[in-house]
């Protein structure tokens, strides 16, 4: 659904998506579109006059955003490319070989890339492999350490692709985190995993859920801030 609200002489234009969720979330992404999630309960003036509520963030943020086209941001995956690993940016070195299927090590703070044949598809896939592999030696690692604190232990812990969040903790204890956050700093991580480890305590987003998390991760605030502005930069 399609819906605007006007904001200080400024029409506001978002996209509805109704979900089996309790609250209302907003996420604008570059060059300008803004989306916003919602329970299947709530009517369209409610919606609206929720938007509305939060213009001055809108605006804000669609500023920041206007000038980072994803597409501008995709990688080539040439020779000193940068990628980022826990928060830091590494070059990337391309080697010609026999390898028909790709393979990436990571040595000396060079990502190496082994190929036959430069094909775009094939290096990236190998990448995210990568990735994926490192996200989940660290997650867990993080998981185990952060048990403890929650007070919980989740039922399962996997790493998989989400196009819109960085992770999620469903009705039966299962927390699944997406494998780009092997590409935000240590801190990041740890607020992600805080976070949805913290729903295995109150399944909302309550101001209980918001203590604990705020408990173990008293700067969490600029923690979040930090993924919201900087998450679209965590791809390849």
């Keep these: 659904m399609i819906s605007s609200v006007e904001y200080i002489g400024q029409r506001i234009e978002f996209e509805v998506e109704f979900r089996n969720r309790r609250t209302l979330a907003i996420y604008v992404r570059p060059p300008g579109n803004i989306k916003v999630y919602s329970p299947v309960d709530i009517p369209e003036r409610e919606i609206r006059d929720w938007v509305r509520s939060k213009g001055k963030w809108i605006v804000e943020k669609l500023e920041k955003v206007r000038y ?13 490319e940068s990628f980022l690993f826990l928060g830091k940016n590494y070059d990337l070195k391309i080697i010609i070989n ?27 896939k190998a990448m995210e492999k990568w990735y994926r592999k490192k996200a989940e030696i660290i997650i867990n690692d993080r998981v185990e350490i952060y048990s403890g ?14 196009k819109r969040r960085w992770g999620s903790c469903n009705t039966k204890g299962n927390l699944y985190f997406n494998w780009r956050l092997a590409m935000a700093p ?7 995993v805080v976070h949805e480890m913290s729903h295995l305590v109150h399944a909302d987003h309550s101001k209980s859920f918001w203590d604990k998390v705020g ?22």
């Design 68 to 80: 980072l086209d994803p597409e501008k941001l995709k990688k080539r995956f040439v020779d000193g």
């Design 98 to 124: 026999r390898r028909k299927i790709p393979k990436v090590f990571f040595n000396n703070n060079i990502f190496n890339l082994e190929i036959s044949i430069f094909e775009k598809e094939k290096l990236r």
């Design 149 to 162: 604190k929650i007070g919980r232990r989740a039922c399962s812990v996997m790493v998989k692709q989400q």
């Design 186 to 192: 240590p801190e990041i991580i740890d607020y992600v």
């Design 215 to 236: 408990y173990i991760l008293p700067d969490y605030k600029n923690r979040r801030k930090w993924l919201k502005e900087n998450g679209v930069k965590l791809d390849i």
